[in-house]
């Protein structure tokens, strides 16, 4: 009901104008601009099984994103970083540095408590953060807050803190998990894993629910979500027609379905490109001839066709590891297909070179039909410089699986960027390629950093392809949704729209319909 | 070889022809027959096939129209005519009209060939299809055998190809069903037929691209020299393989080739048609014959035997009949039985054998007066020789009594003398007689011939080589290894003895004497040659005759005596002769003597008791 | 050489003008000539973006090869965008913006001629500003009693009279408070439910006697608003009168400095920015 508000407290006289028009036109009115407590957001993921303990979690696998997702629901970072570039307090407060920024210093908020009640304390972040960071930082408690003593200038710090697994939680002694987040696990179905370990070291198998409940302890306020169920094992096809027959509100879709998504009425979100596919060699230094070919096969690529045409534009031609979203420079590579220069590659190398006269296989992962389209492409367009490569399907291939066995062998990878460092990212992809152990640290310096790259690139250990975009649709009732660019949802400021939303719910499930906020 | 055997042959070679014959003609117009149902039903099932294959080329092709008349698909090519348009939102929608028109392949290629959407091989989207631009009035065109290129492998797809109609620039919706196991099960085959599919996708054959519809073909290489043949010259081919070292597992295959636009292999349609029914009908069809052929054999012997008995026992009854004709045995009768030619054959022979009977004694008879006559005038003749001096001797006497004393006595002596003289010689010849008519009975004994004729002839060895006498050279073949025969060692030595007497005698001025022998199929053969003054025929005829002799001198009675020996032995001898070449006497004697346990001989008791075999040899010489 | 400018990242056309022209400038006091030209030269300048910075690229070819310099600067850095406004019969005029959340804001006429007052609420204060010279001056900040509302869930309402003489009230979740924009007096609450207002009643006696309802769309605050105006009982189906886009959700409708205004606060969402506009009718040309 809406009504008039001229001015408080001395409109007196005009308080019954303002009365009748208010309640002559209460009826009709629609009040949705404003959030709603409660219902039941059901989401679909891809995903067939989710790990929310990050210190389980590997840099840049496709499972990172999922996990990701819903660890957000149930912790906190000790900063965020929102869509316009500013860091904004989580757990911590205020945070400074020196002017190495070596040592960081952050102060945490006061009063924050865990799900089950107990109170955030400096220990309880050094104890979570110090597994998840990597070698040459150091957290201690300092006061009221922490500090972070890094090794090399750490400039880039709060981006890491920002992304990545770098969630506070605190194990209550029995391998569960607690955090402070909006929401609270309560459940997962039964007949994957006892529904007790809820909220910790849990997997759920394919197919399979999480329930999620809103924490009225949480420091930022309850949600306006009463519970969150996510729905694992979903493709994306299935999450589309869930959309459109209203069984779901929130669906995980892909490069195909996102395009028709489009085409319906529902909100359709799509990231900035956050998963590289990559052909990965053989670590074995091979002289000339091997890097004959990875050129020639690079060259033969069209990476553009690849991500305008068969990705139909939902995608963008890599041609370096870090994407121009993250880099900002990454235009500086070129992507262009120099198919002439392919042929004349070719045409030097010795007919018993892998991929002259052998097929140079790729191992993709029979499961992902994205990656066998991509390698079916690289196939095609290394034919047509005269290379014949071939695909073999294989299991799930991530970056820190072994690399491929033996000569003339070769691997498409599937690297998710999890982090907002671009040199975090690039130290871990450099991992991937094997580089010699005596090569330095990913400079913090742009420039610095824009070198290194390309000197990893010009190794051709590891060839990136194009980079695709999380792609999501979300009914018409969902309200408030921003995921950010980088991939995350930030399901805990969602509402729903009222026909669906039940009066909020306290934490014992009392209805408190009428209350107003 | 009997009769009965002989008879048993030809009745075997007539059943045994005439069962080939009928097998033979059983068989061959058993397989004719065969082949030709055989033809039939595989023209059959080819035909099934080529009517299957032409009633999926137009569901293809109606499928394609089908698609092509959709309004997604007018909608997108009615987009590509636009300037700049966006192909990427087609890229998903090839695969979603093959599925929903249930198709395997299909494709939408725009005008200048560049493909914007595929089901089956998606990675190539943006690339050129050059071959679809190249063809002129799709729309009137049925749909055709093509080779897809898909991400791991290649198919054949039976593909049509449609243009939209209804837009200025030509857009190719390009569609197809795989050519495999489903297409291939859609065909029935008859009992015994199967039908396989063989994908040229290779230049070379390969085994795995030969497919059934229902189980795995196994030894797909023995198809090799027909694809190869079949890739050389896509033309219908028929051809047979055996699986296994049976003959049974044979089986015929027709190859119909499956061509595409362009005349090229790119399959073949291979019906298997089992040889094993006809191998089974024949095996049957010859085990019948062999049962047949046996069946005849045992009634062929049973009836050879029956015929026989009635034809060849009473030959045979006649042949040993005749046997003991030759054996001396006159009297031999052969029971009659008949009045058939048989019958009247053995009438014919006891008549023989009768008159042959009457004859010998006859001729014994004459023999015996001839004989006699002839002992008389031998007898008179020797007589005759002595007595007439005897005679002279005695008138002589009697008219010396008219003489004196003296010349009485001179005379006397002298008579006596020459009465002695011729008394002695009247009584050799009386002895000479009187042994030849006591002649013993031969005792046999095992001996070895050779011996013998080396013992006879090495009395007279001194003659042979006597000074001042014609030189006789001796030569012996004689056989080694000669079976012992049963024989009266004196005898044969007193006849052998003859002989080289008759021999010298024969050569007076010397010459050579040759003793062969020799095995026989019954004994052995003795032969004695010399190079005397030969023969005539006539007295060939009666050389052995007692008292006949050539001879100025001697009685006649040595090979008289000789022929009685042999005689004695159941042997034969004979004489060959030429004037002037000389003469051979051929001794022909047998193995054993029946019904005698012969004495051991000299040799054997001389090794048992050397005392007492020397005894009894030199009581024998005495 | 040539200078190639290229601007790909949340930075104004403006900005990146003045950029580039102050880059230029720069250069020629370093002795590099810039000229027009395709055979010479070019020094290719890009502004990118990432999460957390603002990228500048530049790219100079030498011989046989190309130098590259990067240089990155903090989003958070780059300061305060202004952005242009768009005339409507609604129109609009931004007032004030800042980076943190504004709750409510309403433009308060003054005592004084040509004086006025801007009341900003934030999630735990009340804000007075002043016009000054060039910008709003900060007079006062008071902050709100009683517990700090959750972040996620803030909200609340400022309302004025016409004759408050510098008082404003304040509607916050359960309470009704009052307070002050001439002195630093303390905020003063009480507990009280009441409906939030969602619209504001305006009328401009020089477009006639009728009165509208200016109101927003009512879509969720991840996407860009429209204010409508809509003749008051004409219900909601009614047709709007006039629309206006605004770069973002509409946080809150308040009164204006008079009855043919009204103060929104618009969340922008290319910047973040939470902006104030003085929003009036206007008709005729």
Redesign the interface.
Known sequence: ???????????IKELGFAVA??C??AS????????QYGGVLRVDLRTASVNLNPAKWKAGSADFAANQRLAELLFDRLVA???????QPQLATEWNHDGSAKRWQFTLRQGVKFSDGTTLSPGDVVEALQPLLPRGMQVTASGGGITIQCATPTADL??MLASGPYFISKDNGSGLLRGTG?FVLESVSATARDADKAGGDGTASPTQRLRFRFNEN?W?????LDAIEVTLGVPPLKALLDLQLGKTDLGELSV?TA?RAQQTNLKCWSSAPLTLFLLKFSADDKPGQEQRLREAISLSV?RE?MA??????QAEAAASFLP??????A??FDAERNLERAKELRSKMPSSLAGAVQPLRVTVDANNELS??????V??DAR?AGLTV??VKGGARTSNDAGPKGDGEAQLIVWRYTS?S?RNVLDSIGNTARRQASEAGVPLD??A??AWEKRMMEEKNLLPLVAVPDFAAADGR?????P???GEWRL??V?LEASEASAPRDAAGKSSAGA?? | MSFRTKLFLLFLVTVLASVSAVTYSVTHYTRAAYEEMDNQRTTALVSQFQKELAQQREIVARQVENVTNADVTLKMAIDQTKPDPDQSLYVRDAAGAAQEHGLDFMEFVIADGTLISSAEYPARVGYKETWVTSGKDWNGSEAFLRRVELPNEVAVSLTAVRTQPNVAKPFYTIGGRRLDEKFLGSLVAPAGLRALLYLNLDSSFVPSDVISSSEKVEQAEKFAPMIAQLQKQPAPLVQTIQWTNDADSAETFHALPLTGRNGELLGALLVGSSRADLVHLTRHVMKLAGAVAAAAMLIGLLLTWWVSARITKPIEELAEGAREVAAGHWHTRIDLRGQDETGQLAAAFNHMTQTLSAQRERLVQTERVAAWRELARRLAHELRNPLFPLQITVENMQRARQLGNEQFLEVFNESTATLKAELANLNSIVNRFSDFSKMPPPEFSRLEINDVIRSAVRLFEPQFHAVGKPTITTEYFLKDGLPEIDGDPELLHKAFQNLVLNALDAMPAGGTLTFRTAETQSGVRIEVSDTGKGLTPEECSRLFTPYYTTKQQGTGLGLAIVQSVISDHRGTISVASEEGHGTTFRIELPRRQPGVAPKKTQAALAEEDPAKASAETAAAND | MSLLWTNHSVLSEQRAERLRLAFAAQLEAAQVKIVQGETVPALRVAIEQTPTQIVFTATVPGEGSTSVVIEEVPRADTGIETAAGNSVRLEKELMWQQGTKILSAVMLAWSTPGEKRLAVLTEDALQIYANGAASWQLEFTKALPGPRQPLRSARGQLMIAEDSNGRVGILLPGRRCEASAADESAVACANLTTDWPSGRLMALPSCGAQTWWLKSDGVDWAREDRLFLRTAGGGKDAAAVAELGVSGPVISISAGEGSGSATVVVRDLSSGNYEVYRVGVACGD
């Open positions: 009901m809406r009504c008039i508000a001229l001015g408080w407290p001395a409109a028009l208010c002559a036109t009709g009115l629609a009040g949705a601009a404003r959030p970083l929102d869509n316009y570039g500013r860091f709060l981006e909006p949480c930022a306020g309850r949600p306006y195909d395009k069209d066709a305008r045409v068969l990705l139909q534009k121009q979203w993250l880099s900002g420079y235009f500086l066998k389209l991509i390698a079916e492409r196939a095609v047509a071939q695909t907002l671009p742009a420039g950093r824009y969902v309200r408030n949704w921003s950010s660019p980088w805990a400021d509402w107003r906020p």
